[in-house]
């Protein structure tokens, strides 16, 4: 039984060697939870904000599988956010859920008004009892920043990012304020460390940094030796670090080389909602679960176009659901044809047929079943 790990496990240790001090064992890798103010993050592997998706179905399907120890919503305008002034029950479509769904839960918002943003974050903290208020400063499309000079428009003036997180950290009153950013507006305004510092000492909980300058959208590499930089800027504040995770191991990976505090996923999460439970195991030491097999990711897309439907009715519902099967085809042989067909799609009956016929049976690179 000399090889049973058990017993060696529960062998005496060794005495030293010398009489000098016990060494230190070597800490295992940190996988220690997030804190962000009061609020735990465990473990620290974050569903990122993503607009147009991360709405309360899709984050029941991510909640169902586990793994993510704090979800996002979609981000919400807080300049056209009057509703929360005027009308106490109802809601826009982008908080639906937000009130009654488990926490930890974060909802994004963006403008480049401290007082709109206070406003609406004061509310978010108060009357929907939200986990996290987080701002965006990432945003690069064009009628957020160029219009509307908010989101990623703002990381060329780090003071102001400074003057907006005050103002809503100060508004939320104990509610933890948070940050999402990327690298710069452009290779030659990378303004990332600068703003970094102006967040932390504006009293934010934690910080976000998606390895990319804005004028890139979504091209090249996510830079995570920019990331682990303001990482090592800041002092307080933790900092997660966002982008280009493909994979559970890549997560794993970079949540131990780069030094961040938490891990984002949001691209691969929309293909494979479980990526998060398969990261939290390995984070545990846990062999890696295997992804849901066909079947059952037929039936999970199903699942998530009933919640869909439950919500904006079956006609609208058909309609948004097309991008989320889209999404989930992902990477399976015969995504293509599954694609274009889903992608035209404008009525139940139509839906589960092509689901029935045409929702990939193969990963992709192994021959179909039928
Ligand atoms: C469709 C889509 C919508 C997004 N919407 C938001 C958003 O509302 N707020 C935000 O901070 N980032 C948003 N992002 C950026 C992601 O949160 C994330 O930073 C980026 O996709 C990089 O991570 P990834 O490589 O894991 O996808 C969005 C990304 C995508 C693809």
């Known amino acids: 039984m000399a090889n049973d790990p058990l017993t060696l496990m529960s ?3 060794a005495p030293p060697l010398t009489s000098g ?4 064992p070597t800490p295992a890798p940190a996988t220690a ?3 962000i103010g009061p609020v735990v993050v465990d473990p620290p592997i974050l569903q990122a904000p993503m607009a147009g998706y991360t709405n309360y179905a899709y984050r029941q399907v991510v909640r169902e599988f586990g ?3 704090l979800l996002a919503t979609e981000m919400i305008a807080a300049r056209s956010a009057t509703w929360l002034e005027t009308n106490r029950g109802e809601h826009p479509d982008r908080l639906w859920g937000v009130r009654d769904e488990p926490r930890p839960l974060a909802v994004q918002m963006w403008d480049n008004d401290p007082d709109n943003l ?3 974050g004061r509310r978010l903290a108060k009357d929907f009892g939200v986990s996290v208020v987080d701002l965006n400063f990432g945003c690069p499309v064009r009628q957020v920043t160029v219009k509307a000079q908010s989101g990623s428009w703002l990381l060329r003036d780090p003071d102001r990012v400074g003057a907006i997180v005050a103002r809503v950290v100060e508004a939320c009153d104990g509610v933890p304020v948070t940050a999402k950013i990327r690298l710069g507006c452009s290779d030659d305004c990378r303004t990332a460390i600068e703003v970094a510092q102006r967040i932390e000492e504006a009293g934010a909980s934690c910080l976000t940094v998606h390895g990319r300058v804005a004028s890139q959208f979504f091209s090249g590499d996510a830079d995570w ?3 682990a930089a303001v990482k090592r800027a800041v002092s307080r504040m933790p900092v997660v670090g966002n982008g280009d995770i493909d994979s559970a191991a890549t997560a794993v990976a970079r949540l131990r080389e780069s030094g961040v505090d938490g891990v984002m996923i949001a691209r691969e999460a929309l293909a494979r909602p479980w990526i998060f439970a398969q990261t939290a195991a390995l984070l545990r030491g846990d062999p890696l679960p295997p992804d849901p097999s066909l079947a059952e990711q037929k039936e999970l897309v199903l699942h998530h176009y009933d ?3 439950q919500r904006f009715g079956i006609e609208r519902g058909t309609l948004l659901m097309r991008k989320f099967a889209c999404s989930y085809a992902q990477g399976l042989a015969g995504a293509r044809e599954f694609r274009g067909r889903v992608s035209r799609v404008e009525t139940r009956e139509a839906f589960l047929e092509v689901m029935r016929v045409h929702f990939p049976s193969a990963q992709a690179g192994q021959p179909g079943t039928g």
């Open 33 to 35: 939870p997030l804190k």
């Open 21 to 24: 001090p016990t060494p230190t």
């Open 11 to 13: 062998a005496p240790a």
């Open 307 to 309: 919640l869909v439907c």
């Open 118 to 120: 206070a406003r609406v």
């Open 67 to 69: 793994g993510a120890g």
């Open 225 to 227: 030796s920019a990331i």
